[in-house]
């Protein structure tokens, strides 16, 4: 079992930058794969990145160049440095972490376990 707690959320003007963190329970955690989602308002939940166990990361189209995930095993965490942000990624962010073994890791369904999420807002 993996319990994941997000943080670092918050109301940021366009142009500025957040880093999310989600810490990770277990002794296991750099064995996941671990992923960044988020959810806009009446909007389905979209892949954001993720981060291999080997530290190779992929992005989703609307955040590459401007989002950077990482990960430190020796803390059991994940951190989403997110920068010029804009007024479209305003969405409650969530992480997420998934068992290796997979080609990708852009659908949520490959993912076992998530964080409660938090909210990211970015004013014009």
Not at 36 to 48: L, T
Not at 101 to 118: A, I, M, R
Request: glycine share 10%; net charge neutral.
């Amino acid at each position: 079992q993996v319990q994941l707690v997000e943080s670092g959320g918050g109301l940021v003007q366009a142009g500025g930058s957040l880093r999310l963190s989600c810490a990770a329970s277990g002794r296991t955690f750099s064995g996941y794969v671990m992923g960044w989602f988020r959810q806009a308002p009446g909007k389905e939940r979209d892949f954001v990145a993720h981060i291999r166990s080997t530290d190779s990361t992929y992005y989703a189209d609307s955040v590459k160049g401007r989002f950077t995930i990482s990960r430190d095993n020796a803390k059991n965490t994940v951190y989403l440095q997110m920068n010029s942000l804009k007024p479209e990624d305003t969405a409650v962010y969530y992480c997420a972490a998934a068992f290796n073994g997979y080609s990708d890791y852009v659908s949520e369904t490959l993912y076992d376990y998530w964080g409660q999420g938090t909210q990211v807002t970015v004013s014009s």
